[in-house]
């Protein structure tokens, strides 16, 4: 498969399916407008201006062809454009069959369907998007949070790209300045490196790691995060879960080994869309129902971030606690300290003594629901991001830390030759290296393989 080809003109419908009072389709291309003439019976769209609006009604494109729609059509025309081709978008009315209708009739006209995400994929072929910025637009209409979404904006207007832009463009002036030295070895004295050029990779490279830090949360406001609750039968995690939730999902009862299968519901904590997922109580298990219960919560564990540990503090820790505290793994972990409206037996303390890494315990009651509140707010902190954190130029996509972590690298391996005085070559090969390693995020440097997945995330018509 390789990238369509885009000098021809496509069509597609831009609005989702189903009941709606507008429809939009749009068409892109050099045909564009005589495509749309030809289904369009109202003033001669080929003769006009951009930016401009016009009443009519939609047809087939064969002579005396019956009228199917009432439209308007919006003229752009090239390059002040979504693609900086000329486009005409049409709305027609929603519902099932007004805009199909319409779109047959300009497949009819000579355009072609548009692929997934052509419409973005010519905008960015045209230099009219970086990538970044293409991709964030599939990122906001994915978005199922106000952070989700804030994100994404900042991105499509440009905040990475011109965080990004900053540090290559010092990069840049890095390797020209030690290319040049090593062209001109013997006009400029010799091939080292010298330190105002070391100090600006250094700098450079601080400032592409400092950009990666907040990338955590960035991705799990991006992507959301899965939090599974897990702890021994009776330890009260269908309880709590159903306490967090507001709602009674999941079946609570007084007999150990209630919960076998997991159940995941949607929360919204500090702009982070959660999956929490209330599974089967840990321990020796008395039937293979429960014993694959027992393995699917584990399993969950494999791929948490963040792991809420329910444990019944009324009762001592046994050699079940220890053992699934083993299996956290590099999982952060919240630990709830269940059932605190009864008599306390088991100390935060000794449950911390059970992990290496420090741990934040809430006590709190799922019955009275005592401290409920507390916890929801550890785990927002646990998601990583202050409520006030800006996100503005955060790295908020795997394939962008990436990407960025190899440049960062790059540049940290440039600037320790620089520094043990390597040939200037030395340097000069590990700074192209980042520099090829960061364009791959605004897509200077990429492959159409990589463009055509990218892309392929899109819907039609966006
Ligand atoms: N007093 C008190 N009882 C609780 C609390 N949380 C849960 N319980 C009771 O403990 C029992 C077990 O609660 P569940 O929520 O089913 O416990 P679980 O951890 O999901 O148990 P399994 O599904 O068997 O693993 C029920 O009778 C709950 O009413 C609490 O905070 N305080
Ligand atoms: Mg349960």
């Not at 831009?14 to 749009?26: C, F, I, K, M, Q």
């Not at 959301?224 to 609570?252: D, M, Q, T, W, Y």
């Not at 963040?306 to 053992?323: F, I």
């Not at 793994?329 to 059970?354: C, F, I, M, W, Y």
């Amino acid at each position: 498969m390789s990238l369509p080809a885009f000098d021809d003109t496509i069509a597609a419908i831009a609005t989702a399916p189903g009941d709606s009072g507008l429809a939009v389709v749009r068409v892109s291309g050099a045909g564009a407008l005589a495509c749309a003439a030809r289904v369009f019976e109202g003033a001669p769209l080929e003769s006009a201006l951009s930016h401009t609006l016009h009443h009519g009604w939609a047809r087939g494109p064969a002579e005396g062809a019956p009228r199917l729609d009432e439209v308007v059509a919006a003229v752009f025309r090239a390059p002040r454009s979504y693609t900086r081709e000329d486009v005409v978008e049409f709305s027609c009315h929603g519902g099932r069959l007004p805009a199909r209708r319409l779109l047959a009739a300009l497949l009819g006209a000579g355009a072609r369907l548009a692929t997934p995400g052509e419409f973005t994929l010519r905008a960015f072929l045209r230099g009219r998007l970086d990538l970044a910025q293409a991709e964030a637009v599939a990122d906001l209409i994915h978005a199922e949070t106000e952070r989700a979404a804030d994100l994404a904006l900042a991105q499509l207007s440009g905040a990475l790209s011109k965080e990004l832009h900053a540090i290559t463009e010092r990069v840049r002036d890095a390797l020209a300045e030690t290319e040049a030295r090593v062209d001109f070895a013997e006009d400029v004295g010799g091939v080292e490196v010298p330190p105002h050029v070391r100090e600006a990779i250094a700098s450079a490279a601080a400032q592409l790691e400092a950009m990666l830090a907040g990338s955590a949360f960035a991705r799990a406001v991006r992507e959301g995060v899965h939090v599974p609750l897990v702890g021994r039968p009776n330890a009260g995690k269908s309880s709590l879960f159903n306490a967090l939730l507001g709602e009674a999902r999941a079946i609570v009862t007084d007999v150990p080994g209630t919960t076998r299968d997991r159940v995941s519901e949607p929360l919204e904590l500090a702009g982070v869309r959660v999956t929490l997922s209330d599974t089967a109580g840990v321990r020796e298990a008395a039937d293979a129902i429960e014993a694959e219960g027992v393995e699917r919560a584990l399993a969950s564990l494999a791929s948490a971030a963040c792991v809420l540990w329910v444990v019944d503090a009324s009762r001592a820790l046994t050699s079940e606690d220890h053992a699934l505290a083993a299996r956290f793994g590099a999982a952060r972990v919240l630990v709830a300290l269940n059932q605190s409206d009864r008599p306390g037996v088991t100390r935060a303390s000794e449950v911390e003594a059970l992990l290496p890494t420090a741990l934040t315990c809430v006590p709190v009651s799922a019955v009275t629901g005592a401290g409920v509140d507390a916890l929801r707010e550890a785990l927002a902190r646990q998601l990583g991001g202050p409520e006030s954190a800006s996100l503005a130029g955060a790295v908020a996509n795997a394939r962008h830390a990436e990407a960025l972590t190899r440049a960062a690298g790059a540049l940290r391996r440039a600037g320790g030759a620089a520094q043990e005085g390597a040939p200037g070559e030395i340097v000069a090969l590990e700074l192209r290296e980042a520099l090829a390693a960061a364009g791959e995020v605004t897509g200077e440097t990429l492959g159409e393989d990589l463009l055509e997945r990218i892309f392929a995330r899109f819907c039609i018509g966006k």
